[in-house]
Structures are given as C-alpha cells and as structure tokens.
C-alpha cells in the first residue's frame, strides 16, 4: 500500500541496504511492486520473510491490528524492526512488544515521522524563546473516513492512528503527562463506520493542559489540520501550512523553514541504529505517546473517566 511503498522508494536509496524480499496478500500489488524495484524474492505470508534467515531487518507497512504480532515474531527471529506506528493497538499487546524488544536485543524502531516534521521541528527549536507552555489544541476534520477507519476489525484503534500524531508532538515538546481522559463519539451503517470523532484531553502536575480531536466524515468543506499552542510568552499557530508566532509584546511573525524528507530521515535513523551509528530508541519514551493514545481510548470506553499516564 501507501506507505509500503514510500518506505520501499527510501530503503532503495540508502547504500548501505539491499531490498531482497518483500510480502504482502495481494498477489498483483506483489508483483507489480517487485517488477518496479527489482526485489527478487516475493511472497503472499510475512511468516516467509519471519523465517528467512538471509534477512538481517525487516519494515512492517502491514494494517495496524497486525504490527504487535509481526514486530514480535521477527524479533524473536533475530531480526531488528521498524514498524509504522501505532506499534499496537491494545496496552497489553505494547507491553509485550516492548518485553520482546528488551529480551532480544533487537532494534525496534517507530516510524512515525510526527516529530521530524518541519513545522514541529521549527516549534521545537524555538520553545524556550515563547517561555511555558500552558495549552496546547490540536484538531484535524476530514470530509471522508480514513479506508482502514471503517473497518474496525481491521483499525484495532481509533485514537492510536488518528489522534496519535498531534499527542505524539505535544509530547515531545512538553514531556510526559501525568492523567488522561478521553471521548468517541461515531456513526456506523452495516457494521461500516460513517462518521466518528475522537478527542483526547491530558494534562501536566504543573496545570498546564492538551486537547486532540480527530473527527472523519464530518460535512467539511476541506480537510483541517491545525495546532495551537499557548505559552506565557507567545501564542503559537500552525494553520493552512503557515507557522505563525504571536507574542506578548504584540508583535509578530511567520515562521519559515526548509523543506525535508521526514520519511526519508525517518527511515535513514532506523538504518544508522542498526549499524550502531545512532543510539536505539528508548523504548519507553518511543511507546509512550501511543500508551497516551490507548489510555484515552480506554477512557472513553469507560464514560470519560481520568486515568493515571
């Protein structure tokens, strides 16, 4: 799919990596994909490539519901893992998966490229100049639901897919939170989701606090992405692909910055851990924001209750 292939285009472009095999269940994607960058060895179960010991690593594109079991299987192969986020969809699955991770030794590597992003880049760079952040909202409204949001089977987790990258990037610039709550809200016909909105609200000892909402099938007229964070010194906007600063003097500002490859970054950093050019991942800072997620949706199951992060 999607990102199977984008992941594919950059590891081809990495000297130091030979794409040998690659699986997926769609015989015709198969080959197509295969034909187009010469990957000799094809198969239709991942278990193939799980098993072949030829592979030093292995890059999981694979339905979200799926990753945990795969991501452990080729650990526990000898082999080191990057997977799309979310690395699961329940807390349990996240706690085995990071057990695994420890045990082996193995590389496990999120790919989520939330916090290689320009604008959140920018934001980061900057921080300390705006002084404490006191509220951070985020919120993206699509006028269609996401392919693997139908499905629920398939999805495994709402708020680990959809509400993840914003949580992720608040924080990465405010740190860990201290509770979480969360609320769903959706609409189905025939077992198919229609519309749904998910909201997450977590907040920090210090006061200060964060809200993400992800709502798909909603009657807008374009997609909406934005973020908002408030700090003592300055507010901060991101909306409509501009960064914009707002300060307490009342002044102000548009931020510009370079155009990146995030994937590309992204995908090199997995390469440079594993040839131990780069420090692995610690693997409870990597897993806590999709922790985050998780937890907001477990609140919301219960009525919206505030839990402990």
């Known amino acids: 799919g999607s ?3 984008r992941r594919l285009e950059r590891l081809s472009q990495i000297e130091s990596v030979a794409v040998t095999a690659i699986a997926t269940r769609n015989e015709h994607i198969l080959a197509e994909v295969a034909e187009q960058w010469s990957v000799p060895t094809t198969s239709t179960r991942w278990l193939d490539l799980i098993e072949d010991g030829d592979l030093d690593a292995v890059c999981i594109c694979t339905p979200n519901g799926s990753h945990a079991e795969i991501a452990i299987a080729a650990m526990q192969a000898g082999k080191d893992v990057f997977v799309e986020y ?3 969809v329940t807390l349990e699955q996240l706690d085995a998966l990071n057990a695994v991770a420890e045990n082996t030794g193995r ?6 490229t939330t916090r290689l992003e320009d604008q959140h880049m920018a934001v980061r760079e900057r921080l300390s100049q705006w002084g404490e952040p006191i509220e951070a909202r985020g919120v993206m409204a699509l006028p269609y639901v996401w392919k693997w949001t139908t499905d629920q089977t398939t999805l495994g987790s709402y708020f680990s897919l959809a509400n993840y990258h914003q949580a992720d990037q608040f924080v990465d610039w405010i740190g860990k939170p201290s509770w979480v709550s969360g609320s769903l809200w959706q609409r189905e016909q025939e077992g198919q989701v229609q519309a749904i909105s998910g909201s997450m609200f977590f907040g920090y000892d210090n006061g200060c606090s964060c809200h993400v909402n992800y709502t798909m099938g909603v009657p807008c007229q374009e997609t909406v992405l934005q973020f908002e964070l408030i700090c003592t010194e300055a507010r901060v906007t991101w909306f409509d692909q501009v960064l914009r600063v707002q300060r307490l003097d009342g002044s102000s500002e548009i931020i510009d ?3 990146t490859d995030c994937i590309m970054v992204d995908t090199e950093q997995f390469v440079q851990e594993i040839l131990g050019q780069r420090p692995r991942p610690d693997l409870t800072e990597q897993a806590l924001p999709t922790r985050l997620s998780l937890l907001a949706e477990q609140s919301a199951s219960q009525g919206g209750v505030t839990l402990p992060v």
């Open 3 to 5: 990102m199977g292939v």
């Open 86 to 88: 979310p690395l699961a």
């Open 107 to 112: 590389v496990l590597h999120l790919g989520a």
């Open 257 to 259: 910055f370079p155009k």
